[in-house]
């Protein structure tokens, strides 16, 4: 049996992998009143006044919501909200396991923009904080855009974000094995979608100066009048030498490669065009861009992929649940920019230089002490930005 059919076996065995316990034992009538009428009313009347309370008198300060709308479940596409129900739920019990954060998964049956962004907007009152799932683009992009600009707790997008951060600590640590500066190296992106994109502006902050983006039609030009507006902003500041070509053209001469597209894509012969001790991230999944033997064989020096069978594994529930640890900690108003570097140079920092290696730039995914770490390092950067509420 393989791992799809036996993991099928078990979702009908499990029906479903989260449930609600209650924090508060009801055995007699005292205990009634006390969890329900009457005593109840008086913490309603006092959330009335200030609701800012909400998050002491009820469990909304460790509570997330788990959002899609079903629209790019996993490497599936648009399966919709029901069928991507599996893959929050298995979120949801990433975040209990790894953060002791209570998550519910919510799948909206809408692919409209302004729907979507006002049915999570009215929900978001009972929640610490939202972060949006399997969200296709480039709506994804305006959906969190908006939903920053109107909601009042920390709305992230886990396939952009989370992505971005953990690729960002993998890229810090292979750096310093290799020996090179963030700000010397050439970076290459192929894959300009919601991960990519976020990757791409990520990588800047922390320091990168020349990178370039590449999707099926080549590489990402800011004198391409056809892009649109997604790929028009990356373009605006990457590619600064304004290149043109494809793939092969990218890759030629590159330090570093990170691949969030397809299968299959690249050639021995692209990553032997790269400079001397490459790096190479090839992400997709279940079958990376190029086959981590393969890449080795060509000349690549570190190699990272989003699989768990080889060394290297870039895995957002490295970042994810103590991203939110740390947001939810603080009561941040949002999930800022700094907050994000923060994550990333916790993570990388999470291994001791003297410890790290070829095939040792990045936690195990299992370990359960990164997300305390990230967490720390997010809430202390919350509160040096004034996004953090205590």
């Not at 020349?210 to 391409?224: A, Y």
């Not at 994550?343 to 997300?371: G, M, T």
């Amino acid at each position: 049996m393989d791992i799809r059919q036996e993991s099928l076996k078990k979702h009908y065995d499990w029906r479903g992998k989260i449930e609600v316990v209650s924090r508060v034992k009801i055995n007699d009538r005292h205990d009634l009143s006390l969890a329900y009428t009457p005593g109840v009313a008086e913490p309603c009347l006092v959330i009335q006044k200030n609701p800012e309370k909400s998050f002491e008198l009820t469990r909304r300060s460790n509570l997330v919501a788990v959002i899609t709308d079903g629209t790019a479940v996993l490497g599936l596409g648009n399966i919709g909200p029901e069928a991507g129900m599996p893959v929050m739920e298995g979120k949801c019990a990433l975040f209990k396991e790894f953060a002791d954060v209570d998550a519910f998964p919510i799948c909206i049956r809408t692919d409209d923009v302004d729907e979507l962004v006002r049915t999570i907007y009215l929900i978001s009152g009972s929640f610490g904080g939202i972060n949006l799932e399997d969200i296709s683009a480039p709506r994804c992009f305006e959906v969190e855009k908006r939903l920053n600009e109107i909601c009042d707790i920390p709305v992230f997008h886990d396939d952009q974000h989370g992505t971005a951060i953990v690729v960002g600590a993998a890229v810090i640590n292979a750096l310093k094995v290799v020996g090179k500066k963030l700000e010397d190296v050439r970076v290459v992106i192929n894959g300009a979608g919601s991960a990519g994109t976020a990757i791409g502006y990520h990588l800047l902050r922390l320091g990168v100066r020349n990178l370039m983006m590449v999707d099926r039609f080549g590489i990402l030009c800011e004198d391409d009048t056809s892009l649109n507006p997604a790929h028009a902003a990356i373009a605006a500041v990457t590619n600064r030498e304004r290149r043109t070509g494809f793939l092969a053209d990218a890759m030629a001469g590159a330090d570093v490669f990170v691949g969030v597209s397809a299968p299959g894509i690249v050639s021995r012969e692209m990553v032997a065009s790269m400079n001397r001790d490459a790096i190479v991230f090839p992400m997709a999944n279940p079958t990376p861009e190029i086959m981590p033997d393969a890449a080795s064989e060509a000349g690549a020096r570190i190699v990272g992929t989003g699989r768990s069978d080889y060394p290297n594994q870039v895995n957002n529930v490295l970042a994810f649940p103590g991203i939110f640890r740390g947001a939810l900690d603080c009561r941040a108003k949002c999930i800022n920019d700094e907050m994000k570097m923060a994550a990333s140079f916790a993570l990388a920092s999470f291994i001791p230089d003297s410890d790290l290696s070829e095939c040792n730039i990045i936690p195990q995914a299992l370990n359960r002490e990164v997300a305390a770490v990230v967490a720390k390092a997010v809430t202390e950067a919350a509160r040096r930005t004034g996004v953090a509420r205590i």
